[in-house]
């Protein structure tokens, strides 16, 4: 399985300030951070994602299924490992789409408890589209008076309609929604025929109809035509897409977070994926054998996304519900000991609390 840093960690970090760590345990992937707080910010200390296709086979079955569920526990196995060779001061694991919609996903959160010393929150549609924007709400500057955020994950997709805030002010959440399509979702629903024409075209129309309430109930076209929208985005797809316009040789976290993907570079860049062929997207740099059956799908979504709203240029974020959770726990532990660092371990439960 690959294994990828989702930014770059910094392994000659001796400092004697206190390391924070957040899970994130999705339908495609496991990702792990650990940081220190610095400033406005922090230091990543470690990071770790894999691949599992924890909801492989869920949307027909509605369970998770024992293949699926041993690969997330090999993986999660890993973190705890990485968590034990590292003092920090909190922990905040969080599990998503998958585990909300199986049958079995309490069970599974149990037995992932009980072999590896993790306790998991099953967080809501909100508390997701909260943490994207805690992470993703410094990219959100310039001349803009609302924000339409989306996050293409591999269940479901997320959707966040913000008010952006004057000098100083902090981006407020004014509208989400959780659509039950992903990369994973419409991958296993269409098969090979996301690779033709005429089945991506079937995947954009289908994921357009879903995004119509959204758009009736918050009038964001109306808004975007008086300017001053901005729309961002916080995927894997988005990020490729972005790799692939930049024509990197290997994807690059730091280049490709906080950059500006143009129409006309999207354009190109969905084409040049289109048009590798399975074969070509596992070779790719920026894509890989693991991901070859998931781009396209999101690249539907993503296509979706642009037509129901056509506002431009999509700022575009390599970072997430990991990020968001740090900076939660940082706060807080600030809040609660401003003066006092402490290397203990403390296992928190879903408002960040010690449990």
Same mark, same amino acid.
């Given at each position: 399985?690959?294994?990828?840093?989702?930014?770059?960690?910094?392994?000659?970090?001796?400092?004697?300030?206190?390391?924070?760590?957040?899970?994130?345990?999705?339908?495609?992937?496991?990702?792990?951070?650990?940081?220190?707080?610095?400033?406005?910010?922090?230091?990543?200390?470690?990071?770790?994602?894999?691949?599992?296709?924890?909801?492989?086979?869920?949307?027909?079955?509605?369970?998770?299924?024992?293949?699926?569920?041993?690969?997330?526990?090999?993986?999660?196995?890993?973190?705890?490992?990485?968590?034990?060779?590292?003092?920090?001061?909190?922990?905040?694991?969080?599990?998503?789409?998958?585990?909300?919609?199986?049958?079995?996903?309490?069970?599974?959160?149990?037995?992932?408890?009980?072999?590896?010393?993790?306790?998991?929150?099953?967080?809501?549609?909100?508390?997701?589209?909260?943490?994207?924007?805690?992470?993703?709400?410094?990219?959100?500057?310039?001349?803009?008076?609302?924000?339409?955020?989306?996050?293409?994950? &591999?269940?479901?997709?997320? *959707? =966040?309609?913000? #008010?952006? %805030?004057?000098?100083? /002010?902090?981006?407020?959440?004014?509208?989400? !929604?959780?659509?039950?399509?992903?990369?994973?979702?419409?991958?296993?629903?269409?098969?090979?025929?996301?690779?033709?024409?005429?089945?991506?075209?079937?995947?954009?129309?289908?994921?357009?109809?879903?995004?119509?309430?959204?758009?009736?109930?918050?009038?964001?076209?109306?808004?975007?035509?008086?300017?001053?929208?901005?729309?961002?985005?916080?995927?894997?797809?988005?990020?490729?897409?972005? &790799?692939?316009?930049?024509? *990197? =040789?290997?994807? #690059?976290? %730091?280049?490709?977070? /906080?950059?500006?993907?143009?129409?006309?570079? !999207?354009?190109?860049?969905?084409?040049?994926?289109?048009?590798?062929?399975?074969?070509?997207?596992?070779?790719?740099?920026?894509?890989?054998?693991?991901?070859?059956?998931?781009?396209?799908?999101?690249?539907?979504?993503?296509?979706?996304?642009?037509?129901?709203?056509?506002?431009?240029?999509?700022?575009?974020?390599?970072?997430?519900?990991?990020?968001?959770?740090?900076?939660?726990?940082?706060?807080?532990?600030?809040?609660?000991?401003?003066?006092?660092?402490?290397?203990?371990?403390?296992?928190?439960?879903?408002?960040?609390?010690? !449990?």
């Amino acid at each position: 399985m690959v294994e990828t840093a989702a930014a770059v960690p910094d392994r000659a970090y001796r400092g004697s300030g206190p390391a924070f760590a957040a899970l994130d345990l999705g339908t495609n992937n496991c990702r792990l951070l650990v940081g220190a707080p610095t400033g406005e910010g922090f230091r990543v200390l470690d990071s770790f994602s894999r691949i599992v296709r924890l909801g492989e086979g869920l949307q027909s079955s509605g369970q998770l299924s024992a293949v699926a569920m041993d690969r997330a526990l090999e993986a999660l196995h890993g973190c705890a490992a990485r968590l034990a060779r590292r003092p920090v001061r909190a922990v905040r694991a969080i599990a998503t789409e998958a585990c909300r919609r199986a049958g079995n996903g309490t069970q599974f959160l149990a037995r992932v408890q009980a072999e590896t010393g993790l306790r998991f929150d099953v967080i809501s549609t909100r508390e997701e589209a909260e943490l994207a924007l805690e992470s993703c709400g410094p990219l959100l500057r310039g001349d803009g008076r609302r924000a339409l955020l989306f996050d293409i994950g &591999g269940g479901s997709t997320e *959707l =966040a309609w913000v #008010r952006l %805030p004057g000098a100083g /002010g902090v981006p407020e959440l004014i509208g989400y !929604a959780s659509l039950p399509v992903g990369v994973v979702t419409l991958s296993e629903e269409y098969g090979l025929a996301a690779f033709t024409t005429a089945g991506f075209g079937a995947m954009v129309e289908a994921v357009s109809a879903r995004l119509l309430p959204f758009e009736r109930v918050h009038c964001i076209g109306h808004e975007a035509r008086g300017g001053g929208v901005l729309m961002l985005g916080t995927s894997g797809t988005v990020t490729t897409l972005a &790799g692939v316009a930049m024509g *990197l =040789a290997r994807y #690059r976290r %730091p280049l490709v977070d /906080g950059t500006t993907l143009t129409v006309a570079d !999207a354009d190109q860049a969905m084409d040049t994926l289109r048009g590798l062929g399975r074969a070509g997207l596992e070779v790719h740099p920026c894509v890989g054998a693991e991901r070859a059956d998931f781009v396209l799908p999101g690249c539907a979504i993503f296509e979706a996304i642009r037509q129901v709203w056509p506002l431009g240029p999509v700022i575009v974020a390599d970072r997430g519900l990991r990020e968001g959770m740090l900076l939660r726990l940082m706060r807080r532990q600030d809040a609660r000991q401003p003066h006092r660092p402490d290397s203990r371990l403390q296992r928190v439960g879903p408002t960040g609390m010690p !449990a």
